[in-house]
């Protein structure tokens, strides 16, 4: 007989005490969390009824609106599966989202351990009110559209693996091993208690849908334990109610039940749309309401992605214009929500994406205004608080905006041709790519919070000697300083004299290559040894403008020369043509049958415009989107990096002259060289570029910008006006019982 120590007594003891500690530590949150019973015993906190969510609460169950943001998982300088964020900074954001009104966090895919453990820690914090959250199940995308064949059992198996790994993360169980762009750790913070529902996979690829429905014709007829097709659900709905089944299955193992979802979007809603032109926008339907639950008392729901400007249907469809604001301009964003919500008959709708961003670029036009970018924040704002009161007041059961947070590393269809090399586009904040201005706070490049465009360069003084250069004076010209962030390249100048623009037109050109225009109406009878890439004009607000060299015009070698998409001449490409073009965007390609149900034309906007105000976000003047301002004899200006050529800042790439195998191609640059002048609007004469008797002006004798590769970014967050008026919007929404 062995006989127990009594050191070895107190070891034990302090073993199983540390046990039932970790026991009791780990399933704390489901038992302050008030919730009931469902007919088998399992818990649930939320429901769906009829066409609205409910929250059990205080012994009794009440409509639950959701009041919602998007979270990324991203930080400046980082691809989304590097998973950067701390648990600290999670924390602090948290705050931020229960000040700003929501309720919900909807997360898209299984984040780190340490989110996880922050909200844990966050509601039990707050106690008498948690803040809630989504959590999303990411299918394998780019297989999916690659494959086009969503039964391949390295989909189906990856797809059924990765919601086990959610489930499990979500209950604190998780042991997910380190593989490449995804989380992974141990899980060990049940925030099961603190779940509002599932909402699994991505945006559909109509594509890929319509392939999966063709290969497996015999795949109907699913009947799951919680999850079923009806009669006629197509193959592709039977492969996401038996995803839905093996995820409930997986969650009743933890004793919870929450309500169900699949991710949807416009795309392959299933509604027709006649005023739709492309016709793969209208091609195939996801329908949520093919699919069933039983014996799952939280219920299932219909979840959809809805931007008011795509597809193109949201300004064009005639069809839509049964509601109207009170001026008499028709909501078609509204009226499509109701379609929406009437076809959904009997469970609740979520849109669990929208809002517009906060850049100079476009890439989309919508109906009243409501642009995929060109907005500032005040703009922003006012946009997303009326989408917000479109789907409350359409009677949905939530409104979930996109996005939280700012995204550097996001690309969008018309400018990621111009992205060169694109595996660096997260080191630098692209202006001009909508897609990474989305958020409610600002996630700003280095010196945005340090130097103010106001026309008072007091800020400047704060930059270290390393941090800027100046240039040599110039004629008309005290001083020239220039410096640069991930965003932006700025310019401080200070004029001999105080600039009117009704007399006068100030011009800087940028001369990055070799080539470009050496001549043009804009230097007047001046001639230069060396081409400008770009030239931007600063007069009446009119007229400030930047623009490009026809020869070196991105916007038309792309769509112009490579797409055939707009009309070219030999002439406008020639080196030194002396035309120098606005600085276009694309926002809808040329459209031909049989892709387009008629012709539709290809559609362009001004970028380069540039706007005159102040960068001060304490000023009641303050506009997120002010490029320069002057105040006497001082200038102040910033330029985004791609308006002057750049494909990657980072790396000095610039876009180069004419084409490698018929595409845009990128080379390094030694830097920036300024050209400034000015221009009398009197006689047309020029100050600045030598003596009036002198043939051509030595632009290579200027000194060059120079500034070091960077491979780490440095950045700032605020809240953006937008977040000020999404708070008094969600402050503002009643519950739906005191509707």
């Keep these: ?278 016709v793969l926008e209208d091609a195939v339907s996801v329908d949520a309401t093919h699919l069933q639950v039983h014996n799952w008392s939280a219920g299932y729901y219909a979840s959809f992605h809805a931007y008011p400007y795509y597809p193109d249907f949201f300004r064009l469809d005639e069809t839509l214009h049964d509601v109207k604001e009170a001026d008499g301009t028709p909501n078609i964003y509204r009226s499509y929500l109701r379609e929406l919500k009437a076809h959904h008959a009997g469970i609740p709708v979520l849109i669990s994406e929208y809002g517009v961003p906060s850049s100079l670029g476009v890439a989309h036009l919508g109906s009243m205004g409501r642009h995929q970018g060109g907005h500032n924040e005040k703009n922003q704002g006012l946009i997303n608080a009326s989408l917000t009161n479109d789907i409350y007041n359409e009677g949905l059961a939530g409104a979930i905006v996109f996005s939280w947070q700012d995204e550097w590393f996001k690309r969008t269809w018309n400018t990621m041709h111009f992205e060169i090399p694109q595996n660096r586009r997260k080191l630098w904040h692209n202006v001009l790519t909508n897609e990474q201005h989305f958020g409610v706070i600002a996630e700003m490049a280095g010196k945005e919070n340090r130097l103010i465009i106001d026309g008072d360069a007091s800020d400047w003084t704060s930059l270290k000697k390393d941090e800027k250069q100046t240039l040599q004076a110039l004629p008309g010209w005290k001083e020239i300083t220039m410096t640069h962030d991930e965003a932006y390249v700025y310019i401080h100048a200070e004029l001999e004299k105080p600039f009117d623009p009704a007399k006068e037109i100030l011009y800087m050109g940028v001369d990055t290559l070799p080539g470009g225009n050496k001549h043009g109406k804009e230097l007047g009878s001046k001639q230069l040894d060396e081409g400008l890439e770009t030239v931007f004009e600063l007069g009446k607000q009119s007229e400030a403008e930047l623009k490009i060299a026809s020869n070196y ?143 051509t002006y030595p632009v290579t004798k200027l000194p060059i910008y120079r500034w070091k590769a960077w491979d780490k970014v440095q950045y700032g967050e605020r809240t953006k006006q937008s977040y000020d008026m999404m708070k008094e919007t969600f402050h503002q929404l009643k519950k739906p019982a005191d509707q």
């Design 1 to 278: 007989m062995t006989r127990t120590t009594p050191a070895a007594t107190w070891l034990l003891r302090l073993a199983l005490l540390f046990i039932s500690g970790l026991i009791i530590w780990h399933y704390w949150p489901a038992q302050k969390v008030e919730s009931v019973r469902s007919a088998d015993g399992l818990k649930v906190k939320f429901r769906t009824q009829a066409d609205h969510l409910e929250i059990y609460d205080n012994g009794e169950w009440a409509p639950f609106f959701i009041k919602g943001v998007n979270l990324g998982a991203a930080l400046p300088g980082y691809d989304p599966g590097q998973l950067p964020i701390t648990k600290e900074h999670y924390q602090q954001w948290f705050k931020m989202i229960q000040d700003m009104g929501a309720n919900t966090i909807r997360v898209y895919t299984i984040l780190q351990p340490v989110f996880y453990e922050a909200l844990v820690e966050y509601n039990q914090q707050h106690e008498d009110q948690p803040l809630y959250f989504i959590q999303g199940v990411w299918s394998p995308e780019e297989d999916l559209i690659q494959k086009r064949d969503a039964y391949l059992d390295d989909i189906y198996n990856k797809f059924q693996k990765e919601i086990l790994n959610a489930v499990a993360a979500v209950y604190g169980t998780a042991d997910i091993p380190a593989e490449y762009g995804k989380a992974s750790g141990s899980y060990r913070h049940n925030a099961g208690p603190y779940l509002v529902g599932w909402h699994i996979g991505t945006e559909w690829d109509p594509q890929m849908v319509k392939s999966t429905n063709a290969k497996h014709q015999d795949r109907t007829g699913f009947e799951g334990t919680y999850v079923s097709v009806k009669p006629g659900a197509t193959p592709f709905e039977n492969w996401l109610a038996e995803m839905l089944d093996h995820l409930a299955k997986d969650e009743v193992q933890f004793g919870w039940q929450h309500p169900l979802a699949f991710t949807n979007w416009v795309t392959t809603d299933p509604l027709s749309h006649p005023g739709e032109v492309l």
């Design 553 to 695: 015009n991105l916007h038309t070698r792309l769509y112009g020369k490579q797409y055939g998409m707009l009309p070219v001449t030999a002439q406008q490409f020639s080196d030194d043509s002396g035309k120098f073009d606005p600085w276009m965007l694309a926002v809808g390609l040329e459209l031909t049958p049989p892709d387009a149900k008629k012709y539709y034309p290809f559609e362009e906007v001004s970028a380069g415009k540039l706007a005159r105000g102040t960068t001060n976000p304490e000023s009641p003047e303050f506009n997120s989107l002010a490029m320069w301002q002057m105040q006497g004899q001082t200038l102040e200006l910033r330029i985004p990096w791609m308006l002057l050529g750049f494909s990657d800042p980072s790396s000095l790439q610039v876009i180069g002259y004419g084409q490698k195998e018929g595409k845009l191609f990128a080379q390094t640059t030694e830097g920036i060289r300024l050209v400034p002048w000015i221009v009398q609007r009197s006689d047309n004469s020029v100050i600045g570029l030598g003596n009036q008797d002198s043939a």
